[in-house]
């Protein structure tokens, strides 16, 4: 079992800027991509960054440029450093890992959500 606590959503004015953390505990040793994803009321959640054990990182069109995912692997925690923010990243923000590979072990986990509101 994996659990997943994010941390750092708050209300932040457009343009500004804004660090989320996720926390892992249990089976670390299992996790090979941790994603955010976020979800705005009444919205199908999507996927915002991605990064791999290897450091490989992907991001959404919507947030590349502005959005970056980074790892410390000695405090099991996934960042999320957003700046230039719009009030379009109003949003429930999710942290979610993935064990294992598509071709053996493929688990996902999720947290609870973090609350970003951008907002003059």
């Known amino acids: 079992q994996v659990q997943l606590v994010e941390s750092g959503g708050v209300l932040v004015q457009p343009g ?3 660090r989320l953390s996720c926390v892992a505990s249990g089976s670390i040793f299992r996790i090979t991509v941790m ?3 976020r979800q705005a009321p009444g919205s199908q959640r999507g996927m915002v960054a991605g990064i791999t054990s290897r450091d490989l990182t ?4 919507s947030v590349k440029g502005r959005f970056t995912i980074s790892r410390d692997s000695a405090k ?3 960042y999320l ?3 230039s923010l719009k009030p379009e990243d109003t949003a429930v923000y999710y942290c979610n890992a993935l064990t294992g590979s598509p071709q053996s072990d493929r688990v996902e986990y999720w947290g609870k959500g973090t609350l970003v509101t951008v907002s003059s």
């Open 76 to 78: 099991n925690t996934v």
């Open 35 to 37: 994603n955010w994803s």
């Open 16 to 18: 500004g800027s804004l």
């Open 81 to 83: 450093q957003m700046n």
């Open 58 to 61: 992907n991001y959404a069109d």
